[in-house]
Every structure is written in C-alpha cells, then in structure tokens.
C-alpha cells in the first residue's frame, strides 16, 4: 500500500483560516452589489443594550462569507430610506444563517428599530457581505484580538470560524468593556476558553458595577497591562476593532511597545454608524461629460468627470448600497463591464477583485462612458 505523506498539521490549518478558497466553499456567492431579503429567525439578548439579530434565506440558501465581513441593512423608517452596516458575529463555518449584533445608540435611528420593532419572521433587504478586515492573506501566526464594546463582533467571528475548522489556533482575545454585564458574549468565551486550549480570554473594565466581587482588571488596556496579560504580543498578528479612540490609543501602546505594525490590522469603520452622506459637488465649468449605463436595470444618465460614479448615480435616483464614503468599507464594491474610471481608495478593495474588474463608486471617478452591473 502506497502512503501519501501528510501536510505538517499547523501549515494545513493554518492555511485554512486565511486562504479565501476555505469561505468561497460553505455556500453561494453574494455580492456587496446585490440586494437580498434576509428573515429574522432569532433574537438573543446579549446585555442590557445589546441584541443578536440572526437571519436566514427564506428559500434557505447558503451564502459565503469571510470571517469579520459585514453586510449592509437597507430599511424604510418614517418614509426615509436609511442604510447601515453591521459586522457579521457568526461564523462562515455555519452558512445557512448569518447574525449581526447591535449594540442600541442613543438617539440612532437603526438601532433602535432594530431592538424596538424587528420580531422574529420580520423580513429586511441586506447587501453585503463587504470589507477587508478578516483574516484572509495574512500571515499564519499567533493571534492577538483586541476589542471595546460592540467592536468584539468581527473578532467573536474569527474565533468561531477558527475553532469550527479546527485549526487549533493559538489566540488571545483581550476585551475592553465599562462593567462585567456589559460583556458582549460573555458565558461563549468562557464556555470556548474552558474547551478550546489554544484560546486565553482576558476582560478589562472600566468598573466592576453591580459585580462587586470581579476578579478581573479594572480601569483601561496599556502597556504593563499588555505586557502582563499577553508577554510575546509583539510576535502576534494583531487584529482590533472598537471605539476609533479606542483603536487609537491601543495602536499608540503597540508602538511604544515596540510592535511591528506590519502585523496590525484594524476595522476601517464605526460598526452601524450612519452612512455617510454622498458627496454631490457642482459640475465644474468644461468638465468633460460621460454616460454610464446600468446593465441590469437598463437606465442611462450623464455625468462630469470631477464627480464620483457614486454621486451622480444618487443624483439620477439609483440606489446603490454604501456606507463609509471614502474608499474604505467596500460596501458600494460594482463590477465595472465597459469602461474606464480614476480610483483612489482608502482599503476598502483588494486587488484581486480590482483585477476581477470590480470598483468602489464613492471614490471612483469616469475617464470614459461607462456599463457598470447594477
């Protein structure tokens, strides 16, 4: 009998986590581009202001994703036409349902739809899945996570799709929170910290609130503090996400610990922040003209070369899913068929799918007529 020589365990899994073939295979494509209608089949509570949404096709389809994407909810509330993004907290591993967990701000609009009115059965439009913050084409080593608040989403994602595959990852999640019971997921990473060896779990908050007893540390993340929790952080690829000052200082303390900011990545936008507004700048006197044709709906209309593709799309009455507005969450992410445009994005595209013939409208600009997939 001949024996075919094995793949060294860690190369194998290891390669599994962050090569894109792995998602691709759990179940069909869905484009950022294209719109569908997602059930809601569950509601957990996670804490006092915090609720998981967990949705499914009605006709039960699969859809692929990459752990720590997001999707893009489009609603209609008090006659406004409103979209949001939200990370998806579930795993890929699990394809027939996805979940997002939402965090109510005050004063938000979405959210507090979200909490207030969507029951189970309720159904929603969704675009996505969307952005670069997962852990695909990176290098296979250590993990460090490194979250606040609802920022713990794309990370409780990574980790499950981790353990699901089996990889045996060796991760240390570190989160920030105001009080013990405003820990997202709190009794699920317990539950995977005392099941899963290669998981250390570390929660540092503000106060100790009602738990007078919380044996954990108290006040905010720094660097004897890092430095104690997880000594070889400077050896770990590191992935955070949370409050942009959060992340701010977080990126300071690594830095002046002398970490390698080769190996840190970070979400590129406020997670369910609202969506940022479409520039709409007047045409410049001379400005050259284009057509852009939308392929699928058959419209046409004209627009300056000084404008993004985005802008004059909202101008001519096309709803197109967007979110940040600067190049950087990939949420307006078309597929360009004829056509030339000036791309100048912040992130929110890789260069396989530019080389696919994708772009991002908020931050393209025509240098010719254009067909774009919409």
């Given at each position: 009998?001949?024996?075919?020589?094995?793949?060294?365990?860690?190369?194998?899994?290891?390669?599994?986590?962050?090569?894109?073939?792995?998602?691709?295979?759990?179940?069909?494509?869905?484009?950022?581009?294209?719109?569908?209608?997602?059930?809601?089949?569950?509601?957990?509570?996670?804490?006092?202001?915090?609720?998981?949404?967990?949705?499914?096709?009605?006709?039960?389809?699969?859809l692929a994703f990459e752990?720590?994407?997001?999707?893009?909810?489009?609603?209609?509330?008090?006659?406004?036409?409103?979209?949001?993004?939200?990370?998806?907290?579930?795993?890929?591993?699990?394809?027939?349902?996805?979940?997002?967990?939402?965090?109510?701000?005050?004063g938000g609009p979405v959210?507090?739809?979200?909490?207030?009115?969507?029951?189970?059965?309720?159904?929603?439009?969704?675009?996505?899945?969307?952005?670069?913050?997962?852990?695909?084409?990176?290098?296979?080593?250590?993990?460090?996570?490194?979250?606040?608040?609802?920022?713990?989403?794309?990370?409780?994602?990574?980790?499950?799709?981790?353990?699901?595959?089996?990889?045996?990852?060796?991760?240390?999640?570190?989160?920030?929170?105001?009080?013990?019971?405003?820990?997202?997921?709190?009794?699920?990473?317990?539950?995977?910290?005392?099941?899963?060896?290669?998981?250390?779990?570390?929660?540092?908050?503000?106060?100790?609130?009602?738990?007078?007893?919380?044996?954990?540390?108290?006040?905010?993340?720094?660097?004897?503090?890092?430095?104690?929790?997880?000594?070889?952080?400077?050896?770990?690829?590191?992935?955070?996400?949370?409050?942009?000052?959060?992340?701010?200082?977080?990126?300071?303390?690594?830095?002046?610990?002398?970490?390698?900011?080769?190996?840190?990545?970070?979400?590129?936008?406020?997670?369910?922040?609202?969506?940022?507004?479409?520039?709409?700048?007047?045409?410049?006197?001379?400005?050259?003209?284009?057509?852009?044709?939308?392929?699928?709906?058959?419209?046409?209309?004209?627009?300056?070369?000084?404008?993004?593709?985005?802008?004059?799309?909202?101008?001519?009455?096309?709803?197109?899913?967007?979110?940040?507005?600067?190049?950087?969450?990939?949420?307006?992410?078309?597929?360009?068929?004829?056509?030339?445009?000036?791309?100048?994005?912040?992130?929110?595209?890789?260069?396989?799918?530019?080389?696919?013939?994708?772009?991002?409208?908020?931050?393209?600009?025509?240098?010719?007529?254009?067909?774009?997939?919409?």
């Amino acid at each position: 009998m001949t024996m075919t020589a094995l793949t060294p365990l860690a190369t194998a899994q290891g390669s599994r986590l962050n090569d894109a073939r792995t998602w691709s295979a759990f179940g069909a494509a869905w484009s950022s581009a294209e719109q569908k209608t997602l059930e809601c089949c569950a509601i957990r509570v996670e804490t006092a202001d915090v609720k998981t949404f967990v949705f499914r096709c009605p006709d039960f389809v699969a859809l692929a994703f990459e752990p720590g994407q997001f999707i893009t909810l489009s609603l209609t509330i008090d006659g406004q036409r409103l979209s949001r993004c939200y990370t998806l907290s579930s795993t890929p591993t699990r394809p027939f349902s996805l979940a997002i967990t939402v965090k109510r701000v005050p004063g938000g609009p979405v959210s507090n739809w979200l909490h207030d009115h969507l029951e189970v059965g309720s159904r929603l439009q969704a675009s996505g899945p969307a952005g670069i913050f997962t852990p695909v084409g990176h290098p296979v080593r250590r993990l460090l996570y490194l979250s606040a608040g609802s920022g713990v989403t794309p990370l409780m994602a990574m980790t499950r799709a981790a353990f699901d595959l089996g990889s045996d990852p060796d991760i240390a999640f570190v989160h920030s929170a105001r009080t013990p019971r405003d820990i997202i997921f709190r009794d699920e990473l317990a539950h995977l910290q005392a099941t899963q060896p290669g998981l250390r779990v570390f929660a540092i908050c503000e106060a100790p609130g009602a738990e007078a007893d919380w044996q954990g540390a108290l006040g905010r993340l720094d660097l004897p503090l890092l430095e104690r929790l997880v000594p070889d952080f400077r050896e770990r690829e590191v992935f955070i996400c949370g409050p942009q000052g959060y992340m701010d200082a977080v990126q300071r303390t690594l830095q002046e610990g002398g970490f390698d900011l080769a190996h840190f990545h970070q979400e590129s936008f406020t997670i369910g922040s609202p969506a940022a507004p479409a520039e709409i700048a007047p045409t410049a006197v001379g400005a050259a003209l284009f057509t852009v044709t939308l392929a699928r709906s058959g419209k046409v209309f004209s627009m300056a070369g000084d404008q993004t593709v985005l802008s004059a799309a909202r101008r001519a009455g096309v709803i197109v899913p967007s979110s940040c507005g600067q190049g950087l969450c990939g949420t307006c992410k078309t597929a360009l068929l004829e056509g030339q445009v000036e791309m100048r994005h912040a992130g929110g595209i890789r260069q396989r799918e530019i080389d696919r013939g994708l772009r991002l409208l908020c931050c393209s600009r025509p240098t010719s007529n254009l067909v774009l997939d919409l």
